[in-house]
């Protein structure tokens, strides 16, 4: 009809414009109540997340990405020629897409499902780690044990007061309704390990000769009944009782780990461990302290192994020494009882108060919430990752719906021929349901094989970095494939109603 190919650009940027500033528009509209929706749920985690807001400086990105996705739909694309055989044909009165133009588009879909591979397959990988996380088994009571922060008094008191606070206050404590078992100990699990010496304290026992190499244990002063409060069970021996003081032999308590290792097919209970570490010269208190610290302790006890610093329980040789005899670095009180655990917050606040006005009476939690609040940063990723997943997925089933729609609507004489010689519809249907999963397998492969390479890249700069197992994989390829397969139906219907006569008068 005489119309230029500035004409039609114009036209192609004019439609392109209106589509992508539409789409632009909603994003921005819904960009305020999304930000508000991961703002109340990231709140749990920390208050700061309420501070989220829409930056609106962005809408000028936003603007900008929407110009650049107009001006690529409207200049890359081949303008339809009514005499090439390149692009869109013309003549006869029909428009029937050709191989290079149908190509182009099977790539761009193909591209989309290897994009929604590598998104699923990795928040497959983050799902399925944070479940197993959550299902790890912890050695501890978690629902029925509330920890509440009761640091040691800095009042000027002697460590011998120290003691009489703690005790006192477990005392108390005990009598209150529904408690079971109360005790004290230097770390809360999974929350502080800072007063710990997290790398362990090199130490040596009977039967092994003292030197440099000497092997590493985590130290913990607890109180009696600590165990108890936490359901770890003593396996050998006993528990600390209240004879156990300064003016008694220093006696400690062994992990099963540590027991294994320094004494190997031997009872362990009755002999001898004590700290060989450096570090401990340039420890507080007076010299009688520091000589009864790094003197010979008896082992009295074998406590099944307990992991307080990592989410997944690794082996750790422990060694635990009595309140009254390693001094308190930290202070948590440990409640174990059989009702509502936060109902006695208040109570314990009060006793501990009426005791020491000053005292902080902090951060009360159950071991439970603790553990939650550590795996909160992999729930949040889990779930962007997540949501980035499903709209990718979203796209690729559009992608792949699209091009089938344009293929069976492009191939509406020949589907009439087809039938006529003598096709069945139900061929038509699985040919074309046949070649949308054509395009998710590649798509699969490809997006497979990418992932494999920028793993392997990103590996060597992060050390931690890991393949993920098949099973992630294998269910991302199977959600692609059953929504490829749903993505193709509707058009492979379209073209199993073609209407033969319909489809040879439309040539």
Request: glycine share 8%; proline share 5%.
């Amino acid at each position: 009809m005489g119309a230029n190919t500035w004409a039609l650009r114009r036209m192609l940027l004019a439609e392109s414009l209106l589509l992508c500033c539409a789409g632009a528009a909603i994003g921005v509209i819904i960009a305020q109540p999304l930000v508000s929706i991961l703002a109340r749920y990231a709140s749990r985690f920390s208050v700061r997340a309420l501070d989220l807001t829409v930056d609106f400086s962005m809408l000028w990105v936003g603007v900008a990405l929407a110009i650049v996705a107009a001006v690529i739909l409207a200049f890359v694309p081949r303008l339809p020629s009514a005499n090439s055989s390149n692009g869109m044909n013309l003549s006869g009165g029909s428009v029937r897409i050709t191989s290079s133009t149908g190509r182009r588009q099977r790539i761009f879909a193909v591209t989309q499902i290897a994009a929604s591979f590598v998104l699923l397959a990795g928040a497959s990988v983050l799902i399925t780690t944070l479940v197993a996380l959550q299902r790890t088994q912890t050695g501890f009571d978690t629902r029925r044990v509330l920890v509440v922060d009761v640091p040691a008094p800095s009042d000027g008191r002697t460590p011998q007061q120290v003691v009489d606070f703690y005790k006192e206050s477990v005392r108390q404590i005990d009598a209150l309704p529904g408690v079971t078992d109360t005790s004290v100990g230097m770390i809360a699990p999974w929350r502080d390990t800072s007063g710990g010496f997290g790398v362990g304290l090199q130490f040596s026992g009977d039967g092994h000769v003292h030197d440099k190499d000497d092997p590493r244990a985590l130290w913990r002063t607890i109180s009696p009944g600590f165990f108890t409060s936490l359901g770890v069970p003593i396996i050998a021996g006993r528990d600390f009782n209240a004879l156990d003081d300064q003016n008694a032999e220093p006696v400690v308590i062994v992990s099963a780990t540590l027991a294994r290792q320094m004494f190997p097919g031997q009872d362990p209970i009755n002999r001898h461990v004590y700290w060989t570490d450096p570090v401990l010269e340039f420890a507080t208190g007076t010299a009688t302290e520091k000589a009864r610290l790094t003197s010979p302790h008896r082992i009295i006890g074998v406590a099944a192994d307990m992991d307080d610093e990592h989410i997944v329980p690794v082996p750790t040789p422990t060694i635990y020494g009595a309140l009254a005899d390693g001094g308190m670095f930290g202070g948590h009180v440990f409640i174990h009882t059989m009702g509502n655990p936060y109902s006695l917050v208040t109570p314990v606040t009060k006793i501990i108060r009426d005791m020491a006005a000053d005292e902080p009476v902090e951060n009360a939690a159950t071991l439970e919430d603790i553990r939650a609040k550590v795996l909160a940063p992999d729930r949040l990723n889990s779930l962007v990752f997540g949501v980035f997943a499903t709209v990718a997925l979203l796209i690729a089933i559009v992608g792949v719906a699209g091009v089938l729609a344009f293929s069976v609507s492009a191939r509406t004489r020949e589907f009439g021929i087809r039938m006529a010689l003598g096709s069945q519809p139900g061929n038509l249907l699985r040919g074309v349901v046949t070649e949308g999963l054509v395009m998710a397998v590649v798509g699969i492969v490809a997006g497979a094989a990418f992932g494999f390479v920028v793993v392997r890249v990103a590996g060597s700069y992060f050390g931690d970095l890991k393949m993920p197992g098949a099973w992630p994989a294998i269910v991302s390829a199977f959600v692609l494939l059953a929504a490829a397969v749903v993505a193709s139906m509707l058009p492979a219907a379209r073209a199993a109603r073609v209407d033969v006569m319909q489809a040879l008068r439309s040539e």
